[in-house]
Antibody, heavy 121, light 112 residues
Framework: EVQLVESGGGLVKPGGSLRLSCAAS????????MNWVRQAPGKGLEWVSS????????YYADSVKGRFTISRDNAKNSLYLQMNSLRAEDTAVYYC??????????????WGKGTTVTVSS | QSVLTQPPSVSGAPGQRVTISCTGS?????????VHWYQQLPGTAPKLLIY???NRPSGVPDRFSGSKSGTSASLAITGLQAEDEADYYC????????????FGGGTKLTVL
């Protein structure tokens, strides 16, 4: 079964740091780009970051650029998101998701259950 | 403010047909980029519902269908069921932004 399982969320003070992890199973992780998507409480979906299969290409939303770092370890089938200088507006459920590029625009066909990040003093 | 515009809410009685619109611009849907739809049941993660404008992943009932025309796309749900009550999001690509992934703001479907 194809599965993504996020972990690492929690309560952190403004300005603090947190590292999220996503464990992949059931597919050849090293062959796929991966994404992080977040959802603030009561709000819609927001793409956060993408990383190519070999980590050669990395992209960030403007809202997190310079503060978040995406990385992966293909040997461990794992995706990471290092979040620094956290702000209250970063409070959200963070999902890792697998993109597909079989269309003229990419889409995400597998999602994890998410991990909750709360930034509050 | 989302790049793609969806109505905040729609509703329908069981058995009825409802549609959810997704309006973009010349830099995303209007530029020819495909539209995809996700269903998010209460308290759960999003699930791919429609990809490539009108294709259903395995396991998605044919009550769900998608279409695209010009700068807009639509999701149609026929034979509405109570279990369809969820949030629905459209997603596409925008060539004018630094990131390729743009979402609609989401539409809450209420089954009356």
């Amino acid at each position: 079964e194809v599965q993504l399982v996020e972990s690492g969320g929690g309560l952190v003070k403004p300005g603090g740091s947190l590292r999220l992890s996503c464990a992949a199973s059931g597919f050849t992780f090293s062959s796929y780009s991966m994404n992080w998507v977040r959802q603030a409480p009561g709000k819609g979906l927001e793409w956060v970051s993408s990383i190519s299969s070999s980590s050669s290409y990395i992209y960030y939303a403007d809202s997190v650029k310079g503060r978040f770092t995406i990385s992966r370890d293909n040997a461990k089938n794992s995706l990471y998101l290092q979040m620094n200088s956290l702000r209250a507006e970063d409070t959200a459920v963070y999902y890792c998701a697998r993109p597909q590029y079989s269309s003229s625009s990419p889409y995400m066909d597998v999602w994890g259950k998410g991990t909750t990040v709360t930034v509050s003093s | 403010q989302s790049v793609l515009t969806q109505p905040p809410s729609v509703s329908g009685a069981p058995g009825q047909r409802v549609t959810i619109s997704c309006t973009g611009s010349s830099s995303n849907i209007g530029a020819g980029y495909d539209v995809h739809w996700y269903q998010q049941l209460p308290g759960t993660a999003p699930k791919l519902l429609i990809y490539g404008n009108s294709n259903r992943p395995s396991g998605v009932p044919d009550r769900f269908s998608g279409s695209k025309s010009g700068t807009s796309a639509s999701l149609a749900i026929t034979g509405l069921q109570a279990e369809d009550e969820a949030d629905y999001y459209c997603q596409s690509y925008d060539s004018s932004l630094s990131g390729p992934w743009v979402f609609g703001g989401g539409t809450k479907l209420t089954v009356l």
